[in-house]
């Protein structure tokens, strides 16, 4: 046990390995409740592949992967007995090493994970016009009525509708909606 401490301890695994501290820390207090802090997707990641999925998600897999990465090449340099500064230089080399291999893995997680994050939009009123909507109250006026209609998700919703009045509309009559009244916070209707 102590070897692997010293390793963790040593360069350059001393740099990811108190990163890694801080990422299971993070993990933790999650876990535990405690911390409810979401970094949402930043565009510094974008580049790199990594986008469309939280920071914490690939920051985490990028230390963990690195840590171990210097965590082995630092006892596989150290075993190597080639003199301090030898041993210093080929650790810098193990850190790059060991950041090209965390942002790989990285960027494997997010591929997949980024179907699970894409982004819904913001539902909008607007959505609705161009649908068809079925009447639910007995007459459509120019000052009264309601309809149902289904969002694209499938849920559906009743609206407040008007029409001009050159056509008659009824309970279960169906109806296309073609405009919104912004003010009024109904929607046009007109005979399907």
Do not use: K
């Not at 997010?110 to 649908?131: H, I, K, M």
């Amino acid at each position: 046990m102590g070897d692997f401490v010293e390793a963790a301890l040593s360069f350059p695994a001393v740099i990811f390995t108190f990163l890694l501290a801080a990422v299971l820390l993070y993990w933790l207090l999650v876990l535990v409740g405690t911390l409810d802090i979401e970094i949402g997707d930043l565009d510094v990641g974008d580049g790199l592949g990594l986008g469309g999925v939280p920071v914490t998600v690939t920051a985490s897999v990028l230390v963990v992967v690195s840590w171990f990465v210097t965590l082995a090449g630092g006892v596989v340099t150290e075993g190597l007995d080639l003199g301090t500064v030898v041993t210093v230089v080929l650790g810098c080399g193990v850190l790059l090493v060991a950041l090209i291999c965390g942002l790989f893995a990285a960027r494997l997680v997010a591929v997949p994970l980024r179907r699970l994050y894409a982004p819904g939009g913001e539902a909008s009123r607007n959505d609705f016009v161009g649908r068809e909507c079925v009447i639910r109250t007995g007459t459509v006026t120019g000052e009264f009525g309601q309809a149902e209609v289904t969002a694209l998700d499938g849920s559906t919703a009743i609206v407040q509708v008007r029409q001009t009045g050159e056509h008659e509309l009824a309970y279960g009559n169906r109806a296309l909606i073609f405009d919104h009244d912004i003010d009024g916070e109904f929607f046009w209707v007109a005979p399907a």
